[in-house]
Structure formats: structure tokens, C-alpha cells
């Protein structure tokens, strides 16, 4: 049996290539296109399902849905997946504190996997860059870099956020504490408890993120480069059939790849 697919934010350039991604996939169909109703794709048929902006209907039937929107807009589909009772991916980035809570009481009636980077890659590399900072705690610097497109309206990545939380926790510090988002000016001498953040933004990059470890007499830097949008669908729908006949609760990238 096929699993059936919603897909919100079709026209968005992660939808376009989770439609590709689906019809190219065995183990899926499309159920549902859904964006929102100012898009100008509203109404076009794609894989034979016609792209509307009907939420409680797209869900009837579906087995999951596949967001890759805005954080607005994820909050109502966690709203209609909950009534609907239909598990959620989230690849959505960019939510506040607040927006996270959302999300975690919503996985408390329905399974969910919010993920800020679902290549399988990037996960590996959180798990590296984990026993990297429980190894290059004392005496070596932490920075993270990420390089995306020009069209990315938030910063820093979510990946480079989730980079900097792993990495926090494998030394024992709090990110919200010891975070620093760029420097300007007469910014003082490096502070060793800091995690600093740089980002790049131009062309078409698809994302890319350095972990680096600036010690004295020597670097360690761990990078993963994406080259294709491909990959985080691909763990997308990876994740979408994982949730099939899980238990509700908030789930991530490493869940699904069993990293944990
Ligand atoms: P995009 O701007 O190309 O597409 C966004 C889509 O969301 C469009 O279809 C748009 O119509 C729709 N949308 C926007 N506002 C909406 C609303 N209020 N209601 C309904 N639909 C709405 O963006 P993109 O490059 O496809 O990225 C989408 C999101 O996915 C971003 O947050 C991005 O950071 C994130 N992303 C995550 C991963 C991951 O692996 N988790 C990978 C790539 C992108």
C-alpha cells in the first residue's frame, strides 16, 4: 500500500521538488497539493490532485503532510493535523520559542518530526560534531558558519542553530547564553565560553555549514556542502513513512535514522 501524501507549500521551491521526489518514489502518492490561496499556482493539477488551499479536505484521507512554508503557516497546519488526526512533517524553519512550544504541544495528540535540516548528511554530522566538542571543549574556539541562497529570509540556519545547540549541550552550556550572532566594530577579545555564529547569503547555494574548532597550534573543521534540494526531500518522505503507526510525541532526523 502507497502512503498517501499531502504537501503544503507546493509552489515553494521545496515543494517543487517533494512533488518530484513523491512521483518518483514507489512507496508514495500524492494525495494533496496545498498552498496558500494568493499563489499562483492555486488551481493547476499536478500528479492529477489540484492545488488548493483547502486544508480540512486535503487532509481527509491523507497519511501525512509534508510543510515546507513559513512558521504562519505551519501553525494552522499543526491546528488541522491535530483535528485531523495526521502525522506532520515539519521542515518549516524559523520559529521563536514560542513557535517550538506550539509545536511540542501539538506532538502530545499527534506524531511529529520537526527537523531544521533533514538530509541524512547533516544529521550524521550532528552526531560527529557532538563527540567532536566532547573531545575540543577546553582550549579551542567554537564557530559555526553557514552559506545559503539570497532568497533565505531567515538567520542564522536552522541547521547552524541545531549545530550550536548540539554542540552546547555536549559542553555543558546554554546557547541562548553563550551565543554570539555576528561582530561588528570594536568587539572585544574572543570570550572562550562563546559559540559564534557567521552567515553568508548569495547566488543559488543550496546550504552550506563548517563547524569549526580554532585551537591553538591547530583546526578541526567539519563541513557538509548540500548541492541539491533533492536531499532534504528524499529525508523527508524518509521521515513521512517512519511516522506511520507512531505513537504521537516530537520526534527529529536522528529519531527516524536511529542516531539517537
Ligand atoms: P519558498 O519561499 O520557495 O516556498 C514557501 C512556500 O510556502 C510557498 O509555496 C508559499 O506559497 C508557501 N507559503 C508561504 N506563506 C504561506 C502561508 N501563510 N500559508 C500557506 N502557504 C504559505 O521557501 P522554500 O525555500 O521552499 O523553504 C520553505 C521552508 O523550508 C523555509 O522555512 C526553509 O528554511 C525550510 N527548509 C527546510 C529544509 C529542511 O531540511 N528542514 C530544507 C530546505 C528549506
Not at 19 to 45: I, T
Not at 186 to 203: M, N, Q
Request: net charge negative; glycine share 10%; hydrophobic share 45%.
Amino acid at each position: 500500500m502507497k502512503i498517501r501524501v499531502a504537501i503544503a507549500g507546493v509552489s515553494g521551491r521545496m515543494g517543487q521538488v517533494l512533488l518530484d521526489a513523491v512521483a518518483s518514489d514507489s512507496g508514495c502518492v500524492l494525495h494533496a497539493a496545498l498552498d496558500r490561496a494568493a499563489s499562483p499556482m492555486m488551481g493547476q493539477v499536478v500528479a492529477g490532485v489540484a492545488i488548493s488551499s483547502d486544508l480540512a479536505a486535503a487532509l481527509e484521507q491523507a497519511q501525512v503532510l509534508i510543510d515546507f512554508t513559513r512558521p504562519e503557516a505551519t501553525f494552522r497546519h499543526l491546528d488541522a493535523c491535530e483535528a485531523a488526526q495526521v502525522p506532520l512533517v515539519i521542515g518549516t524553519t524559523g520559529f521563536d520559542a514560542a513557535g517550538q512550544a506550539r509545536i511540542a504541544a501539538a506532538s502530545q495528540s499527534i506524531p511529529l518530526v520537526f527537523a531544521p535540516n533533514m538530509s541524512v548528511g547533516v544529521n550524521l554530522l550532528m552526531k560527529l560534531a557532538e563527540l567532536a566538542a566532547q573531545v575540543l571543549d577546553d582550549g579551542y574556539d567554537i564557530e559555526i558558519i553557514e552559506a545559503h541562497h539570497r532568497h533565505k529570509v531567515d538567520a542564522p540556519s536552522g541547521t547552524a542553530l541545531g549545530l550550536g545547540q548540539a554542540v552546547a549541550r555536549a559542553t555543558g552550556r546554554d546557547l541562548a547564553q553563550c551565543a554570539v550572532y555576528g561582530r561588528e566594530g570594536v568587539s572585544g577579545e574572543r570570550d572562550p565560553k562563546t559559540i559564534g555564529f557567521a552567515t553568508v547569503r548569495g547566488g543559488d547555494i543550496v546550504g552550506d555549514h563548517t563547524l569549526l574548532f580554532a585551537g591553538t597550534g591547530e583546526r578541526v573543521e567539519l563541513t557538509h556542502k548540500a548541492g541539491s534540494r533533492a536531499t532534504f526531500a528524499t529525508g523527508a518522505l524518509r521521515a513521512a513513512k517512519w511516522l506511520q503507526g507512531r505513537a504521537p510525541g516530537l520526534y527529529d532526523m536522528r529519531d527516524v535514522l536511529n542516531l539517537k
